[in-house]
C-alpha cells in the first residue's frame, strides 16, 4: 500500500502563497486520480482538488482561480500551488488517492497525517 507524506503547510499571511507536496512512498504512475482534502476545525473534511492520470482537473468552486494542482508521477509526487490564501483556507490539508463511486469522488486508502495550513495577519 502507497503511503502518503504530505508537507510545505505554515503559517502565512492574507494574500501569501504556499506550495505543498504529497510524496508517495511507492509508485502512483496506476492511480488514476489523486486529490487533496482539507479539514479546518469543526468541519468536515472537503475535497478541494483532483487530478486524473490524463490531466482532467476539478476545484472546489472557493479555491478556483487561486489553487494549482499538479502531478509528477516520476517523482510519485503531487503539489498543491495556494495563492492568494484567505484566512477561510486555513485546515488542515491532506493528500490521497481518490476514486470515482456512485457518483462522487471519493477518498481510498490511509491518511497521511496532513500538514497545517494556516492563514493569518
Known amino acids: 500500500q502507497v503511503q502518503l507524506v504530505e508537507s510545505g503547510g505554515g503559517l502565512v499571511q492574507p494574500g501569501g502563497s504556499l506550495r505543498l507536496s504529497c510524496a508517495a512512498s511507492?509508485?502512483?504512475?496506476?492511480?488514476?486520480?489523486m486529490g487533496w482534502y482539507r479539514q479546518a476545525p469543526g468541519k468536515q473534511r472537503e475535497l478541494v482538488a483532483r487530478?486524473?492520470?490524463?490531466?482532467?482537473?476539478n476545484y472546489l468552486d472557493s479555491v478556483k482561480g487561486r489553487f494549482t494542482i499538479s502531478r509528477d508521477s516520476a517523482k510519485n509526487t503531487v503539489y498543491l500551488q495556494m495563492n492568494s490564501l484567505k484566512s477561510e483556507d486555513t485546515a488542515v490539508y491532506y493528500c490521497?488517492?481518490?476514486?470515482?463511486?456512485?457518483?462522487?469522488?471519493?477518498?481510498?486508502?490511509?491518511w497521511g497525517q496532513g500538514t497545517q495550513v494556516t492563514v493569518s495577519s
Open positions: 487530478i486524473t492520470l490524463g490531466g482532467n482537473i
Open positions: 490521497i488517492a481518490v476514486k470515482w463511486i456512485g457518483g462522487s469522488w471519493l477518498p481510498f486508502g490511509s
Open positions: 511507492g509508485s502512483i504512475f496506476n492511480i488514476n486520480a
